[in-house]
């Protein structure tokens, strides 16, 4: 077992934690049992990462899980396949790299700058779905939390998500998908985006914020960067010397895949 998934076994918890674990579930079983998606979903994994987002208070953990049982109910995001966001997805403005961090960590990308629609309908289902796909696989290796890489290269205003869209997407990661998140590296952000930053960081948890890393410009922040991956399988646009991570060919066929493994494990 790896050090990330050793953190996240429940085996290696106390007696009192362990307890908490089998009473957040009891408490929330009424509003589980009446559906198959939201029992294969709720694994003790998943109790164990409520209750650290709020400090193994029972009663704020439950009230967390409860909202989020209400929105995955209400979203369905376990149904969500590639084929419906895919006109969403084309670009390359939100993918899971095949290169995983140096820690065995799944690896989102971020890249505003390839924004090439005006849904916030769309573009939320394709962000609900790419963390779906991307936690999915974190759980498959057991490696659980995920690293998000935001490349701001090529943004602006004309490419900006709108203010609702971006507080709709942070309150998803913070409420919904607690304890995912290891770290956020921000690559590039021009100085135009501290505008959007004193607007939205008001609104990250203090938890969440600690782990925004904004990485330096040069060398120094090629070597921030390098702590974080192999710089030889990096694509280039990152200062690495690996190819362009994304080819909509390629994504499409692996994400197809993924959503195949997904409808075999809801169906266990």
């Known amino acids: ?13 106390g007696d009192e934690q362990k307890a908490k674990i089998s009473e957040l579930r009891a408490r929330v079983n ?5 559906s198959p998606a939201l029992q294969a979903w709720l694994t003790d994994i998943t109790i164990l990462r409520y209750l650290r987002a709020r400090s193994w208070d029972l009663n704020r953990a439950e009230e967390m899980l409860r909202a989020t049982l209400v929105w995955r109910e209400s979203v369905k995001p376990e149904e969500i396949r590639w084929e419906t966001i895919e006109g969403e997805a084309k670009t390359g403005k939100l993918f899971n790299m095949e290169l995983q961090d140096r820690e065995g960590r799944h690896v989102l990308v971020m890249r505003p700058a390839n924004e090439n629609t005006s849904s916030h309908e769309g573009q939320i289902k394709n962000l609900i779905y790419m963390m779906e796909t991307t936690c999915f696989q974190a759980d498959e290796d057991e490696s659980v939390q995920i690293t998000i890489l935001q490349d701001f290269v090529g943004y602006s205003l004309r490419n900006a998500p709108p203010m609702k869209t971006t507080r709709e997407t942070l309150g998803i990661l913070q409420n919904h998908y ?3 998140l ?27 914020y600690k782990k925004i890393v904004f990485l330096e410009k040069g060398a120094k922040g090629q070597e921030a960067m390098g702590k974080h991956f192999d710089m030889d ?8 010397k690996g190819p362009a991570a994304f080819s909509l060919e390629e994504f499409a066929a692996r994400m197809r895949k993924i959503d195949a493994r997904r409808c075999t494990a809801g169906s266990q």
């Open 30 to 34: 009424a509003d589980v049992e009446k």
């Open 1 to 13: 077992m790896s050090p990330i998934s050793k953190y996240y076994d429940p085996s290696s918890l």
């Open 178 to 180: 607690p304890e995912r």
């Open 182 to 208: 290891k770290v956020s590296l921000m690559h590039a952000a021009p100085s135009m985006f501290s505008m959007l930053w004193r607007g939205i960081s008001p609104f990250i948890d203090p938890v969440t």
């Open 233 to 240: 399988r990096l694509e280039s646009a990152f200062g690495g």
